[in-house]
């Protein structure tokens, strides 16, 4: 099976997306992002490492079988009490039964 993409048709579909998106015309004036109600700790610092990985794991579970902002509430309360857990450098090293705990007493597992 071969794909063909239609360039000419691509450019003209997303110039016609990002143009809506700059002028803040439907439907990108109506989205809420999920975090833009979120209590994050007072440690947890925009821009940093551990923001970065906050969304790459809130990405786990943006699969439509939960509701983004429980998702994203439960990460933030789950890095308040397990901040170790946020670090693939600490997580590694912690039993499995340890991590299942800690996302099961945060409504994630």
């Known amino acids: 099976m071969k794909i063909v993409i ?5 450019c003209v579909v997303l110039g016609k997306l990002l143009e809506t998106l700059r002028r803040g015309a439907y439907p990108y004036n ?3 992002v999920p975090q ?5 700790p007072e440690s947890f610092k925009q821009g940093s490492r551990v ?7 809130a990405c786990l579970y943006m699969r439509g079988s939960i509701k983004s ?3 994203m509430q439960a990460l933030a309360n789950m890095y308040a009490v397990f901040p170790e857990v946020f670090f ?4 590694q ?3 499995p039964g340890s991590i299942r705990f800690v ?5 994630l597992a």
């Open 103 to 107: 996302l099961e007493s945060s409504g």
């Open 88 to 91: 693939p450098e600490e997580v």
């Open 51 to 57: 923001h970065s990985l906050y969304f790459f794991y």
């Open 30 to 32: 109506v989205a809420m």
């Open 6 to 10: 239609n360039e000419e048709r691509a």
């Open 69 to 71: 902002e429980f998702a």
């Open 93 to 95: 090293h912690r039993h």
């Open 36 to 40: 833009a109600s979120i209590q994050f």
